[in-house]
């Protein structure tokens, strides 16, 4: 028994190394992957930034909202603020309420 005991531990211990550089390896994937978004992401600031008002302005009244937050919040108020003026005005009160939802820290529990 304690030899078996002994191959079925010696197993479980391999198992877990394995897991564990599995685990290490995803999450060095995962890190890569978000890397190359994040530069993907700069990139398209870069772009809007450089655009005229006007016309960054009409895409970001159709970009999907979450897509939309994640590009304001990497431009500069300077650049952002000619194109949110230009934007549809229900679309910038809705972007702004989001932006500052976004900012607030979650409250605690009260006990």
Same mark, same amino acid.
């Given at each position: !028994?304690? +030899?078996?005991?002994?191959?079925a531990e010696?197993?479980?211990?391999? !198992? &877990?190394?394995?897991?564990?550089?599995? %685990? +290490?390896?995803?999450? !060095?994937?995962?890190?890569? =992957?978000?890397?190359?978004?994040?530069?993907?992401?700069?990139?398209?600031?870069? &772009?809007?930034?450089?655009?005229?008002?006007?016309? +960054?302005?009409?895409? $970001?009244?159709?970009?999907d909202m979450?897509?939309?937050?994640?590009v304001l919040? %990497?431009?500069?108020?300077?650049?952002? +603020?000619?194109? $949110?003026?230009?934007?549809?005005?229900?679309?910038? =009160?809705?972007?702004?309420?989001?932006?500052?939802?976004?900012?607030?820290?979650?409250?605690?529990? !009260?006990?």
């Amino acid at each position: !028994k304690e +030899a078996l005991l002994k191959v079925a531990e010696q197993e479980v211990d391999r !198992k &877990i190394s394995e897991l564990a550089s599995l %685990r +290490a390896e995803l999450e !060095k994937l995962l890190d890569q =992957q978000e890397t190359l978004q994040e530069d993907r992401l700069r990139r398209m600031v870069k &772009i809007y930034e450089s655009m005229k008002p006007k016309e +960054a302005a009409a895409i $970001f009244n159709t970009l999907d909202m979450d897509v939309l937050l994640s590009v304001l919040g %990497r431009m500069s108020e300077r650049k952002s +603020a000619p194109i $949110f003026a230009s934007m549809n005005p229900q679309r910038a =009160q809705e972007v702004t309420i989001r932006l500052v939802e976004q900012k607030k820290l979650p409250e605690l529990p !009260k006990e």
